[in-house]
């Protein structure tokens, strides 16, 4: 294998497309053999992202939540329904924010709708699409049903508001918890290798090495 290859056949893409009041980033991840993909945290804005995904003649596979925060979920059950997809995850302890959904929106100005996912998710399930594959990371602390997911095959992971280039995810919201934070990023992401990119919420994304070595809140870690 060549030296710096970029066309590694089963390499896992990832589209952001900023929506919301928020700029939430709403990945697409997109499997390059297959062009079956996922939507994660479609929270607004569906129109701009099965546009997207349509562009990118992908075929959508079904739904991944990260977290139950209105910039997230908002617009899940519309587009769910809109392709008659599941809903995955993210883990129950974020019930009680999918069940204020409604309330949530009319504070933010986001139409939302309340549903349960078809199914929630647990600390080290398997997700796969095309020839993907993710590992399910529990990391509460900015919710307490907060999930990470991580494809080990392209390095790269899908991080929602717990990891940022520079920060952390805010834990001054319903049942935040600073030090679970902490420990969440220290057990499930500061265990992996320095060049695994970190997609975000919100924001450019960056590297495990660079929060490693830059982020105020880890240097001490
Ligand atoms: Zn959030
Ligand atoms: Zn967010």
């Given at each position: ?44 804005e ?8 349509k ?23 519309k ?13 129950k302890?974020?019930k009680?924010l ?62 929602g ?37 970190v ?16 982020n ?6």
């Amino acid at each position: 294998m060549m030296n710096g290859s970029s066309l590694d056949p089963r390499a896992m893409r990832v589209i952001e497309t900023p929506i919301s009041p928020f700029l939430q980033n709403a990945p697409i991840l997109a499997c390059e053999d297959t062009s079956e993909a996922i939507l994660v945290d479609p929270g607004d804005e569906v129109e701009k992202l099965l546009d997207v995904a349509k562009i990118n003649n992908l075929n959508i596979k079904y739904i991944v939540l990260t977290h139950g925060h209105i910039d997230h979920a908002g617009g899940t059950k519309k587009i769910a329904q809109m392709l008659n997809i599941d809903i995955v995850g993210p883990h129950k302890d974020d019930k009680f924010l999918l069940d204020s959904l409604e309330l949530q929106g009319q504070m933010y100005g986001i139409a939302a709708q309340v549903f349960e996912p078809n199914r929630w998710l647990e600390h080290g399930e398997k997700l796969t699409f095309g020839n993907q594959e993710l590992e399910i990371a529990h990391c509460p602390g900015h919710t307490p049903g907060h999930i990470v997911l991580i494809n080990h095959n392209s390095k790269i992971i899908i991080a929602g508001d717990v990891l940022f280039q520079g920060s952390i995810g805010r834990t001054d919201l319903p049942r935040g918890n600073h030090q679970d934070l902490l420990d969440s990023i220290k057990s499930n992401l500061l265990t992996l290798d320095d060049d695994y990119k970190v997609y975000s919420g919100h924001g450019a994304p960056t590297n495990i090495g660079v929060e490693r070595q830059t982020n105020p809140y880890l240097v001490n870690a």
